[in-house]
Each structure stands twice: as structure tokens, then as C-alpha cells.
């Protein structure tokens, strides 16, 4: 089997435990996420609950998810994955709205007690 490609100036890092994950995110100034399919988008969604804004791909229900907590490319225009980094690396102020805008968001869509008393709604609505 081949081994990946590596590039040059990226820190490429082992699997790791859950918890030690979510110490490295709290240092990231932006998660870039230029998956090509993905079923809901929890990657995205961990570091918004952490207030960290995201690029993503226009795929799946990527877009769903990050909404206007974030930035959203089209899957193969790397220019537009770059430029919008850039933007968000250069203007910290923007970078700490759309932050911002993702933590709240996670908390009004997808907190646990949100998502519960959906979850508690419908399956009220199935059992009559």
C-alpha cells in the first residue's frame, strides 16, 4: 500500500484520544474542511461549538451545519478554500464574528438539550 503525500509545512499527527483532539482544536484559528462527502459534518461542528470558524465544501450537509458560522467552497476550488484562510487569518475581527456566530449556532441547534427534547418530540409524535 502506498503511503500518503505528504506536504511540506503541514503537522501531520497520529490518531489520537478524544480528549487530547479537543485540547489541539482549542488552539486552531480556523478549521479548514475540504471534505469531498461526509454523512453530517461533526468535525465541523466540534470546532464550532469551540467558537473556531470554518471553510467547508458545499457537500452533503456540510453547508446545513456550518450555515453562517463559517465559509462554504464549492469542493474543488482551492481558491476559494486559500482566499477565504487568508481572510480569516488577516482579519481577526471577522474571524472572531463568524466564530461567534458558529458557537451560537451549535447552541441553538445542536445542543444536547436542544437535540434531546427534538428527539423526546418525535418519538412522543410515534408512539401515539
Known sequence: MQEPRRVEGI????PMRRDE???LMAEF???LFPTRGEAFGFTALEAMSMGIPVVASNVDSVP?????GGIIC???DVKCFLDSVKELISSPDYAME???RAKAIVARRHSPSV???ELLAIYNELSE
Open 21 to 23: 483532539l479537543l485540547r
Open 29 to 31: 484559528d480556523v478549521l
Open 11 to 14: 503537522e501531520y499527527r497520529e
Open 98 to 100: 463568524l466564530g461567534a
Open 74 to 76: 464549492e469542493v474543488n
Open 64 to 68: 446545513e451545519v456550518v450555515s453562517d
Open 115 to 117: 437535540v434531546g427534547k
